[in-house]
C-alpha cells in the first residue's frame, strides 16, 4: 500500500468546481495546527443594530462573528537525497517554490485573486486560501542551488457566500443581517456578497420598503433577511 500523502488543489472559482492546477507534496507535515475562534459583538455595536419598527418597537439583532479557521503546517522541499539539483519531477528546489507561490499566491487575471485551495490528506478536508508563507533554504549545492527548502505556510479557511448563509439560517432560523451602504454598493452586488446570488434583491428590496431597487445611498442600513426558502435549491451559482 502506497503512503498517502497531503494534495494541494486549486480552483479559479469560489464552488470548487473549475480545477486549474495541483500539487501533491513531497513529504508529509509532521504536525498541523489547527485554530479557531468567536468575536462577540459589544454593548456598543448591539446598539449599533437596533432597529426600530413599526409602531415605535425596537429590535437588537445580536451578531455573533465566526472568524475563519487556520492550519499552520511546515513543508519541505527536499532534492538532496538525489543526484543534482532536480527532483524525480525534473524540477529544481526554486522552480517547485515558483509553482507552489504560483498555484497558491499568484493573483489570477480572471477573477483578480489568489486561487482557492482544497487541502485534502485522510481526513483532513479544508477548503482555504493561502494567507501567509515563509521559506527557509537549509541546504545548498557546491555551486548555490537550494537542495533543500522549509515552508511554513498558513491556510485560511474559506466558505462561499451560500453555504455560510445556509449554515446561518440552519443555526439560526430568525438571524438577520443589517448592512451600512457604502459608496458604490449596489443592491444586486450587496445580495450577491451576502447570499451568493444577486438574484434576491428584489426580495431584499420588498423586504426594506425600498422606493428604487436601483438607488442606495452610502449610509444607508439595509435588511438582508434569512434565505429559509433557498436552503433546498442553494449551489445554483449564476
Known sequence: ???????????????????????????????????????????????????KL?????????????????????????NSILRGSQSQSGMSITKLIDKFKAMCLDVSPEVHAPSYLKLTWG???FNCELTSLSVNYTLFSSDGKPLRAELDCTFSEFQDAVTKAIEDAGNSPDMTRVVTVLEGDTLPLLCYKHYGSSQHYLKVAKVNKLASASYLRPGQRVVFPPLVDEINSHHQYP
Request: net charge neutral.
Open 54 to 78: 413599526t409602531g415605535g418597537k425596537q429590535m437588537i439583532i445580536k451578531k455573533t462573528d465566526f472568524p475563519p479557521a487556520t492550519a499552520k503546517f511546515k513543508l519541505i522541499f527536499d
Open 1 to 51: 500500500m502506497s503512503l498517502l500523502k497531503l494534495k494541494i488543489r486549486a480552483f479559479e472559482k469560489e464552488n470548487f468546481k473549475s480545477e486549474i492546477d495541483e500539487m501533491e507534496v513531497q513529504f508529509n507535515p509532521a504536525d498541523i495546527n489547527m485554530t479557531w475562534g468567536t468575536r462577540n459583538s459589544g454593548d456598543n455595536e448591539q446598539m449599533g443594530n437596533t432597529l
Open 123 to 125: 481526513e483532513f478536508k
